[in-house]
């Protein structure tokens, strides 16, 4: 079993910056991808970003410019440093990683952080 928790959510002023982290732990071999998804009331959930083993990463065309992710494959830790917060970046965000433990593939949620933008 693979567990991911996730840390930094809560109320910014628009313009302003958070930073959100996810660390996975439990019985890992190893993680391909990790990334962030957000899901705003009412809408479906959808990709903010993701970054592979190797330090690649993809943004969603609205965050590009503002956010940034990176990870720390010693720590099985994912980051996603938003700056320049807009109202509309307003959404549950979760953290998903995937890959394998000892034992088979793993395809792991965290639980979901609130952030809030709003004057």
């Known amino acids: 079993q693979v567990d991911l928790v996730e840390f930094g959510g809560g109320l910014v002023q628009p313009g302003g910056s958070l930073r959100l982290s996810c660390a996975a732990s439990?019985?890992?071999?190893?993680?391909?991808?990790m990334g962030w998804y957000r899901q705003a009331p009412g809408k479906q959930r959808e990709l903010v970003a993701v970054?592979?083993?190797?330090?690649?990463?993809n943004y969603a065309d609205s965050v590009k410019g503002r956010f940034t992710i990176s990870r720390d494959n010693a720590k099985n830790t994912v980051y996603l440093q938003m700056n320049s917060l807009k109202p509309e970046d307003t959404a549950v965000y979760y953290c998903?990683?995937?890959?394998?433990?000892?034992?088979?593939?793993?395809?792991?949620w965290g639980q979901g952080t609130q952030v809030t933008v709003s004057s």
């Open positions: 970054i592979s083993s190797g330090g690649s990463t």
């Open positions: 998903h990683a995937d890959g394998r433990t000892w034992l088979s593939d793993f395809g792991a």
């Open positions: 439990g019985n890992i071999f190893s993680i391909n991808f």
